[in-house]
């Protein structure tokens, strides 16, 4: 008989961030080694869940079966420690941390302390807890007391693109992520109307909808600087591909990422990078693909800018890295193994237990 396990996330599967992106892919990849999955929603108020979502929850875990392989992704999972503790014995609880709520930008010191509380509670009371990167595994250890042996790093994948011939006239300059505060789109404007002299056009492609207020704040800034014209807030897009392979660099000046898959997408489409030097990632984007500023630091990252824009040479050279690095970028197969041979260990422990 094979493995199931039941995987959970809170709102739409559907979602167009990275955090989603990788959830779908997983599930996938899961089935197609002959695991068997059954995906269950939870209310999308989390990380900031009401008493009906916590409610919902509640019944969500109480209707499992007992002894049922569980991965909860850690968009929900670090919001709701309560109810995995009550649930700890009777599920064998994985969490998929993408990067700790803790870290997240805009937060007050009260959510910022509440979520460090609970998220610690949590993935403490997990069986085991899958991570992005390495880099979070790190951060785990040592702000959320998780033991290293119960950590499972399984980076997200690539695919094998074509690469984009990085030949716009004028330079086209993407950026994707949803407009939230932790990727500073508000810095990354700031930075672009200091070089608004040269000749360039951006792309803001990404979701608005996780904090509306923030995304009409970099609305009126773009309009208060004169820049509705060169920047293009494109909201989400079904074919990321297509808008990798029409740009000529990729930037995104993040305040804390806890892997980056759409700094992977960019260099898997050979495209030079430039972001912050933040979280993870300088794992992710080598020096020979990109230039890495100090995070908040709109006087580097317009410097960054500047002169990818009026370097030919540099660019070039950039972009030969990046199409190095491609070569090497984890693919999706392998970090649904490492998942795979995790479920395995968890069903093994569980009938060899009295």
Request: charged content about 20%; aromatic content about 6%.
């Amino acid at each position: 008989m094979g493995i199931q396990v039941y995987f959970i996330y809170p709102g739409d599967l559907d979602t167009a961030t990275g955090g989603y992106r990788y959830d779908r892919r997983l599930i996938n990849e899961l089935r197609e080694l002959g695991i068997k999955v059954e995906t269950i929603a939870l209310s999308a108020r989390f990380p900031f869940p009401d008493a009906r979502a916590l409610e919902h929850a509640a019944h969500t875990l109480g209707a499992l079966p007992s002894n049922a392989l569980v991965i909860i992704d850690g968009l929900a999972y670090g919001a709701m420690h309560e109810l995995v503790e009550a649930n700890t014995k009777r599920l064998q609880i994985v969490a998929l941390c993408h990067h700790p709520l803790a870290l997240e930008s805009g937060l007050t010191e009260t959510q910022k302390n509440d979520f460090q509380y609970s998220e610690t509670m949590a993935l403490q009371a997990a069986r085991a807890v899958i991570v992005t990167s390495p880099h979070t595994a790190t951060i785990l250890q040592s702000d959320f007391s998780v033991p290293a042996q119960k950590i499972v790093a399984a980076l997200p994948g690539t695919d094998a693109v074509e690469f984009a011939p990085c030949n716009g006239n004028p330079l086209v300059l993407l950026t994707v992520a949803s407009l939230t505060r932790r990727k500073a789109h508000d810095v990354l404007i700031d930075a672009l109307a200091s070089v608004q002299e040269l000749e360039w056009q951006a792309r803001f492609v990404g979701g608005e909808h996780f904090d509306p207020k923030w995304a009409s704040q970099l609305r009126q800034q773009v309009n208060q600087l004169g820049l509705q014209q060169r920047i293009d807030f494109a909201g989400s897009v079904d074919d990321l591909l297509i808008e990798y392979q029409s740009a000529d660099v990729f930037v995104l000046p993040s305040r804390f990422e806890g892997y980056g898959m759409v700094f992977a997408e960019a260099l898997a489409a050979g495209l030079p990078v430039v972001a912050a030097s933040t979280g993870a990632v300088p794992d992710v984007v080598p020096p020979k693909a990109g230039l890495l500023v100090p995070a908040d630091d709109v006087a580097a990252l317009s410097s960054a800018l500047r002169r990818l824009l009026t370097d030919k040479k540099l660019r070039k050279k950039l972009q030969t890295g990046a199409r190095q690095t491609a070569a090497n970028l984890p693919g999706w197969r392998h970090s649904a193994l490492k998942v795979t041979a995790l479920l395995n260990k968890l069903t093994s422990d569980m009938r060899e237990s009295p």
